[in-house]
């Protein structure tokens, strides 16, 4: 044989054949048959041999084989456990984020309520100037009450990028002055009422929409139907009333709750149509 054979079964073919050449009953010698046999002895002990060594490669690959996937399942039991950790984490971050946020919407919601409840406890209302204007959100308003100034800063909104605005939509102007109303025991509660304007305040006003109410009715800047117009807008409809006349070519975009079309709305009422004509008829 030129190679080893795969097993004994192959092994006892090959010796069956050339045993019946060797055999000294079909014209062999007895010592070639001798030899055959040592031959197939010695071939036997080689397989065995080699089995061996298969049957222990395979044990230790078996071996191997079963430790990686005892660590593999360490390690996907591991990563499982950090993923959980991770995710646990998360949801207690997640958690936490929306109770803070509830918090502050809750409280963002109560803070007026509760501002206004503490206000109507002990009410007292006085008048509050514009003290000074700080950035573009911010203003700044004083009053005086049993002989103490109390200043207070207020956000406000910045529109059309220029002018801070009120609650009431109209520019905070320095010096002009509207009520502020408070709780005389601890004026720290605070409420601008801005609607309610000084009669000064209500001229520096009339200054400011005056070029856009002649402008938006067609009318001259001296003509003296406009300042019919501004007082009655004012008495009819307020400080936002001037709003509407005061962000009246605004988009909706920049200024949503005082804008060309809110004014436009506004001067296609009845009720406004009314006052106009009483102004330019009478």
Known sequence: MDRLPKDEAELSAVYRDLAKKVHPDAGGSEEAFQELGEAVDYLKRALLL?????QTKTRTEDALARKRAILREQMLRRRAE?????????TRWIVGLVVVMAVVGIWFLLQPRINRWVIERNRTETMAKVVRLDNERTYTIAWEFNGQVYEKDINGRFIDGTWIVGPAGMPMLPGAEFVVAFNRENPNYFEPLDQYIHHETA???FALVRPLIAEQFGMNENDPDIVCLFWAILDEYGVEGLAHVQFSKVPMRRNWSHNERTFQTLIATERFQELYRSCVLH
């Open 82 to 90: 950090e993923d959980r950790i991770r995710n646990q984490q998360a």
């Open 50 to 54: 080699l089995n061996q060594r298969v």
């Open 203 to 205: 001229e520096i006003y």
